[in-house]
C-alpha cells in the first residue's frame, strides 16, 4: 500500500512564527497536493506539485509556500503564522487517475 | 470554476438500511470519480472509484454513474453504526493534472 507520511499529528505555533509542514510519500508518485479543511469549508487546495521543483498554485495559496527538491517530499510553509491559519492540514499524493492516497494530517493550532 | 456539488446533510439511516448518497459535477471533462469517507478527527479514506457509465460494485459499496447527467451516486447496503461518517465525492479535473475536486461531503448517521 502507498503510505503518505505527515511529520506532525499536532503542531502548536506562535504567531509570526516560520511553520514547515512536511510530507513523504513512498510510491514514487509524481503529483502530490497540500489543502487545508476547516469545518463548513470542506478541502481547500493550497499548492500542488507535478514533478520536482514544480508546484502549481491551487485555491487559497496566500501565505503559504511549498518545496520540492526530491520526488517523495513535498513540505509546505507558512512564512508568518497567522491564527487564520489554525487548521487541519491534509497531503495527498497520486498517479494520475488513481485517485489520491492522503496522509493522516497535521492538526495546525496558531496562538 | 469547476465544482462538485454534494447535500451536506446530515443524511440519518437505520441500522440494516440502504444509504444513498449523491453528487452532480459541473465539468464536463472529467473522466474519473472517485469517493472518499472520511471520520471525524481522521483523513479520508478511498473507498470506490467509477470510471465508466453504469453500476460498479465493491462489497457493500455500489457506485453509479451517469456521465450524461453528470450524476455520481453511492449507495451503502446494509448501512451500520460503523459506516458513520463523512463521505466526500470528487472528480478528476478534466485538465490532466491528476487534481481532485472534491465536494463539500455528507454526513451519514446509521443509528442502532
Same mark, same amino acid.
Given at each position: ?111 | ?16 438500511? =440502504?444509504?444513498s448518497l449523491n453528487?452532480?459535477?459541473?465539468? /464536463? ?7 472518499? /469517507? ?8 478511498? =473507498?470506490?472509484? =467509477? ?13 453509479q ?7 455520481v451516486s453511492l449507495?451503502? /447496503? ?22 481532485? =475536486? ?11
Amino acid at each position: 500500500d502507498v503510505k503518505v507520511t505527515q511529520s506532525s499529528r499536532y503542531l502548536v505555533k506562535r504567531t509570526g512564527e516560520k511553520v514547515f509542514l512536511e510530507c513523504v510519500q513512498d510510491m514514487d508518485h509524481e503529483n502530490m497536493f497540500w489543502y487545508r479543511q476547516d469545518p463548513g469549508l470542506g478541502l481547500r487546495l493550497i499548492y500542488f506539485s507535478y514533478d520536482v521543483k514544480m508546484k502549481e498554485k491551487g485555491d487559497i495559496p496566500e501565505g503559504y509556500s511549498v518545496s520540492r527538491e526530491k520526488k517523495e517530499r513535498f513540505s509546505l510553509i507558512l512564512e508568518s503564522a497567522s491564527t487564520n491559519q489554525t487548521s487541519m492540514y491534509l497531503c495527498a499524493s497520486t498517479q494520475k487517475g488513481r485517485g489520491y492516497t492522503f496522509g493522516s494530517g497535521t492538526r495546525l493550532t496558531v496562538v | 470554476q469547476k465544482e462538485v456539488e454534494q447535500n451536506s446533510g446530515p443524511l440519518s439511516v437505520p441500522e440494516g438500511a =440502504i444509504a444513498s448518497l449523491n453528487c452532480t459535477y459541473s465539468d /464536463r471533462g472529467s473522466q474519473s470519480f472517485f469517493w472518499y /469517507r472520511q471520520y471525524s478527527g481522521k483523513s479520508p479514506e478511498l =473507498i470506490m472509484f =467509477i470510471y465508466s457509465n453504469g453500476d460498479k460494485e465493491d462489497g457493500s459499496f455500489t457506485a453509479q454513474l451517469n456521465k450524461a447527467s453528470q450524476y455520481v451516486s453511492l449507495l451503502i /447496503r446494509d448501512s451500520q453504526p460503523s459506516d458513520s461518517a463523512t463521505y466526500l465525492c470528487a472528480a478528476a479535473a478534466s485538465s490532466n493534472t491528476g487534481k481532485l =475536486i472534491f465536494g463539500q461531503g455528507t454526513t451519514l448517521q446509521v443509528k442502532p
